[in-house]
């Protein structure tokens, strides 16, 4: 049963993945592409701590906190950037 749980996990993620994609390839304007990479990042993030599940090792959750932290930060950079430039 956890198997199979694993596997629908991997491919919603799989699906999330193309969404932001096809969002960062059409997006109109540069707030839609953010938003799109910081979802990338997220999901990535997301992969991180299922395969730190998967293969029963509790470090890789420390390297997802960590990607965590820094791309809050540089999404933080960004909109602070974005805010000076309108």
């Known amino acids: 049963m956890a198997e199979i749980m694993i596997m629908m996990s991997g491919v919603l993620i799989t699906g999330g993945i193309l969404c932001c994609l096809i969002r960062l390839v059409i997006g109109r304007t540069l707030t839609d592409r953010i938003v799109a990479i910081d979802m990338l990042t997220i999901i990535a993030i997301v992969l991180i701590a299922l395969y730190?599940?998967?293969s029963g090792?509790?470090?890789f959750l420390d390297v997802a906190l960590t990607y965590?932290?820094?791309s809050f930060?540089?999404?933080l950079a960004v909109a602070r950037y974005?805010?000076?430039?309108i």
């Open 73 to 75: 930060l540089s999404v």
């Open 68 to 70: 965590g932290l820094l």
């Open 82 to 85: 974005m805010d000076r430039e």
């Open 57 to 59: 090792r509790s470090a």
């Open 52 to 54: 730190a599940h998967v």
